[in-house]
Each structure stands twice: as structure tokens, then as C-alpha cells.
């Protein structure tokens, strides 16, 4: 069992920064790949980044890449993503989720065994 809490979410500027943080608890968090997920209104959930259980694979959606940037802290069983130049599109809720079965970084959402309860990002137009 994992148990995933983030936290960061709120009202940013276009244009502004903010960093998400997602707190897990239970199974080891150092044998398992992470992700990001996020869900804006009326749209599916869709992939932000993924990395792997030991950080050395890292993938993120054509549409966050070179402006979000995700990490992971095993030592205090922490996962982030930093988030830069922020546009309206971003609008969502914001997911983290665990991926406990496959050993590889996933990008489907369904591969994802664990999701956090979400965390919401506004960036107003």
C-alpha cells in the first residue's frame, strides 16, 4: 500500500513559478517510478513527467518540457515538480501517482497503481 499526499497547488501569475510537492508513505518509496498527472475540467487526465525510482530516467509531455522540471527525494520520501513560466493552459488539478508494478517510468495513467487526492493550479488568462 502507498499513500500519497501532495500539497503546493494555488494562484499564480502567467509567467510565475511554483513547486508542487508530493509526500508518500507506506511500501518503500525507493522501489517504485513516480508521476505526474494533471486534469483540467471537462478534459481526461493527462501526463506531465514521470521518473524513475532511482531518478535516472526522467520523461515529461512535449507540452512542460523545458519549463517543468521534476525530482524526487527518497530520503524523505518526497516527490516535486518545479514549475516555471506558467500559462493558463496549466489550469488543472494536479495529481501525483505511484507506479508500484511496472519497474519502468510509464506515461498511461492506468499504469499508475496509487494517486494522490490532487492538488489545484490556477493560472489566470
Known amino acids: 500500500q502507498v499513500q500519497l499526499v501532495e500539497s503546493g497547488g494555488g494562484l499564480v501569475q502567467a509567467g510565475g513559478s511554483l513547486r508542487l510537492s508530493c509526500a508518500a508513505s507506506g511500501r518503500t518509496f525507493s522501489t517504485y517510478a513516480m508521476g505526474w498527472f494533471r486534469q483540467a475540467p471537462g478534459k481526461e487526465r493527462e501526463f506531465v513527467a514521470a521518473?524513475?525510482?532511482?531518478?535516472?530516467?526522467?520523461d515529461y509531455a512535449d507540452s512542460v518540457k523545458g519549463r517543468f522540471s521534476i525530482s524526487r527525494d527518497n530520503a524523505k520520501n518526497m516527490m516535486y515538480l518545479q514549475m516555471s513560466s506558467l500559462k493558463p493552459e496549466d489550469t488543472a488539478v494536479y495529481y501525483c501517482?505511484?507506479?508500484?508494478?511496472?519497474?519502468?517510468?510509464?506515461?498511461?495513467?492506468?499504469?499508475?497503481?496509487?494517486w494522490g487526492q490532487g492538488t489545484q493550479v490556477t493560472v489566470p488568462s
Open positions: 501517482a505511484a507506479n508500484t508494478v511496472v519497474p519502468s517510468i510509464r506515461t498511461h495513467p492506468g499504469a499508475y497503481d496509487y
Open positions: 521518473i524513475s525510482k532511482n531518478s535516472d530516467i526522467i
